[in-house]
């Protein structure tokens, strides 16, 4: 019993302690109306389903850190690729070579 009670107690205590992190993001959120039921609603029931919701909110900023991390290697070896070849093809260039015979 005494397990059982230390367990509700945790839960709760993690709960509580998810709702003030929602609720501080909530807050600093300037796009979601603060006098809607239904925004506070969705704060209590996230901090209520916290072993739900936590996990899969962590796993959504991976992804998304992933996404753009990804993202910005991709980016980076297109620049790369087409600065080399800009590079390539002013020094292969038909006019290049007209300018080296003329001489």
């Given amino acids: 019993m005494l397990v059982l009670s230390l367990l ?28 809607d039921y239904r925004s506070w609603l969705v704060a209590g ?13 962590c796993l959504e900023r991976w992804v998304k850190r992933t996404q753009a991390q990804s993202y910005a290697t991709s ?10 070849s800009f590079s390539y093809s002013l020094s292969n ?4 070579e007209v300018a080296e015979t003329d001489i």
């Fill in 8 to 35: 509700v107690k945790g839960y709760f205590l993690v709960s509580l302690l998810a709702f003030l992190v929602y609720l501080k993001a909530f807050l600093q959120d300037s796009s979601s109306s603060k006098m």
């Fill in 45 to 57: 029931l996230a901090a209520l389903f916290w072993p739900i919701v936590l996990p899969l909110s």
């Fill in 75 to 84: 980016n980076l070896d297109t620049v790369m690729l087409s600065q080399y």
């Fill in 93 to 96: 260039s038909p006019m290049a």
